[in-house]
């Protein structure tokens, strides 16, 4: 944190355009199927996070494991919003044991100008974009798996790269073992196509068709994808650059020591810092999730290839041509006040 000439106590309650412009931001973050299971309450001089179980995956996410990593990164998305502000955040995480729904509360009492590096991943909330597809050739920037590595374990989380192609193709057999399984399940198939929406959709949330192609790219490894389209042909049409975009990239897994809901919340704010960080170096990510909605898999992955720590998601990185194109509910819709009324 850099000293500045802005450091010091504020005075008063938080301005109503703080607030609208951190619930904005925050909004951004991933979440599974871009189910957006948050949602923000004003309260004096505080914000809070909640999950919403609305939008919980009930068959696939039946212990809410994803949806509280997916407020994880709204949570950090919101943190990081007021750093950009000169704001200091100071957060409480899960604070009360009777709302195990409120997951976390926000008060920022001191600023200080934002350091550069908070700036440069701040201006990645709105450009950074969920991958689906295989990586073309480039290597990583040359340090960034560490950097990624460190900023994991400072959100209580950690990275582990798999290095040797044993590794990576057990995880390749267990991504597509996992994919296999889910889509013999006719109720996961069914829960997952409520959340796809139709081409010309008018939908703020959900997989729309601008955000996945609709042919799959195979690498080798394969890491297959979600079947959001489902035989009806849609999703973005290959382009040239899919020709030489086969390759696996980076195989990671994200781990935590625990399993607890706050063990969820910190690897969803790994997350979107690792995802930020990516894109600042131009580094897109693929995530998979099947594996881990699977118990079998999940605890082969755990003993296997996590020394014991609990995968809470796989993701690959790697260089590639974005074209995709995503959608985010409007910030009125996900914000309250104390008296419980949004501002739509």
Do not use: K
Request: charged share 20%; hydrophobic share 40%.
């Amino acid at each position: 944190m850099t000293a500045s000439s802005m450091s010091g106590q504020l005075q008063g309650p938080p301005s109503a355009d703080t607030i609208a412009r951190v619930v904005a931001a925050a909004g951004w973050a991933p979440s599974v199927h871009n189910t957006q299971p948050w949602w923000f309450a004003a309260e004096g001089n505080a914000l809070s996070l909640h999950a919403d179980p609305s939008r919980q995956l009930l068959v696939a996410d039946p212990s809410g494991r994803e949806m509280l990593i997916s407020c994880g990164a709204a949570l950090f998305t919101a943190r990081l919003a007021l750093r950009s502000l000169g704001l200091i955040p100071q957060t409480e995480v899960l604070p009360e044991r009777s709302d195990p729904l409120l997951v976390a509360r926000l008060r920022w009492p001191e600023r200080a100008d934002p350091a550069e590096y908070e700036l440069r991943l701040s201006g990645q909330v709105l450009q950074r974009r969920t991958h689906r597809g295989g990586f073309g050739p480039s290597p990583l920037p040359p340090g960034l798996l560490p950097v990624l590595h460190i900023g994991a374990h400072r959100d209580g989380a950690r990275l582990h790269v798999l290095a040797d192609d044993a590794s990576r193709f057990l995880l390749a057999g267990t991504v597509q073992a996992a994919e296999h399984t889910l889509r013999l399940d006719s109720l996961r198939v069914r829960e997952l196509a409520g959340w796809v929406s139709a081409p010309g959709s008018g939908r703020a949330d959900g997989v729309p068709p601008t955000s996945y192609p609709a042919r799959p790219t195979r690498t080798f490894p394969d890491f297959p994808g979600r079947d959001f389209a489902r035989g009806l042909g849609w999703g973005l049409p290959p382009t040239s650059a899919d020709a030489g975009a086969r390759h696996v990239g980076a195989a990671c897994l994200l781990s935590t020591a625990g399993d607890s809901p706050a063990d969820w919340v910190a690897a969803g704010q790994a997350l979107q810092r690792i995802l930020l960080t990516s894109a600042g170096c131009g580094v897109a990510a693929a995530l998979h999730t099947q594996p881990l909605e699977l118990s079998w898999a999940r605890e082969l992955i755990r003993t296997e290839l996590c020394g014991g720590s609990y995968p809470q998601l796989v993701l690959r990185l790697g260089t590639v041509i974005q074209v995709e194109a995503s959608v985010r509910r409007p910030p009125g819709s996900i914000l309250c006040h104390g008296d419980g009324g949004s501002d739509d």
